[in-house]
């Protein structure tokens, strides 16, 4: 019940499209979903969050999409760049306390 | 403005020895978390502690690991007698007391890569 499943495990988009990125959660009681962001050799670092009583979230190019009925949320890249090639996790947690992680998604923006 | 430091970057033990890991929280930062990452794997959570105070040790290994968070100093993660299977990446998160509504303020550092020979 404390799962988070992520997919896909590796994406490859070619520059310009959209990059979209799945997660599925099974713990009702979540009420934080974060993406993070991870380049090789470095930690996660936030990309972009939201909270269950909001269904979208767009921050520049990036928007979350969260569906409380279904327990799913995911990431929208638009106009993906190379820049953009790391590896993504989704997380969740209660209260913010301890993150629950994905699998992680490889992500390759080609030029 | 510094953000989470860890040390060392990379560390080298042979099996049997104990591995020390080190995690000075941002400034202003109360909290530590420390995460474990296998290869090709997500982050897994290991401990929740506060100064002088362990919150959440649900994911510690029963056995060999234990961490702390003095009054004073950094946060210590260490690891007793090292195994093969310890070899991962090592990553320390801080936070504050009072969390913003949309950002938790939880910042990584950029990790610790424990390799056991």
């Known amino acids: 019940q404390q799962q988070v499943k992520q997919s896909p495990q590796s994406l490859i988009v070619q520059k310009g499209g959209i990059s979209i990125i799945n997660c599925a959660y099974e713990?009702?009681?979540?009420?934080?979903f974060p993406w993070y962001q991870q380049f090789p050799g470095k930690g996660p670092a936030l990309l972009i969050a939201i909270r269950p009583d909001v269904s979208e979230k767009k921050e520049g190019r990036f928007t979350i999409s969260f569906n409380k009925s279904a327990k799913q949320f995911s990431l929208h890249i638009m106009d993906s760049q190379p820049g953009d090639s790391a590896t993504y996790f989704c997380?969740?947690?209660?209260?913010?306390?301890?993150?629950?992680f994905g699998q992680g998604t490889r992500l390759t923006i080609n030029p | 403005n510094a953000g989470v430091m860890q040390n060392p970057r990379h560390l080298v033990r042979r099996r049997g020895q104990e591995a020390r890991l080190r995690c000075s929280p941002m400034?202003?930062?109360?909290?530590v978390y420390w995460y474990r990452q296998l290869p090709e794997e997500g982050l897994k959570f290991m401990v929740y502690?506060?100064?002088?105070?362990?919150?959440?040790e649900s994911g510690m290994p029963k056995e060999r690991f234990s961490a702390e968070f003095p009054k004073e100093g950094p946060s210590i993660l260490r690891i007793q007698q090292v195994v093969r299977g310890d070899s991962a990446a090592y990553f320390c998160?801080?936070?504050?007391?009072?969390?913003?509504?949309?950002?938790?303020?939880?910042?990584f550092g950029s990790g610790t890569r424990l390799t056991v020979v």
């Open positions: 502690l506060q100064k002088e105070n362990i919150i959440d």
């Open positions: 713990n009702t009681a979540f009420d934080y």
């Open positions: 997380a969740a947690s209660q209260g913010a306390q301890k993150l629950v």
């Open positions: 998160a801080s936070s504050p007391i009072h969390a913003g509504l949309d950002n938790y303020g939880y910042t």
């Open positions: 400034k202003g930062h109360s909290h």
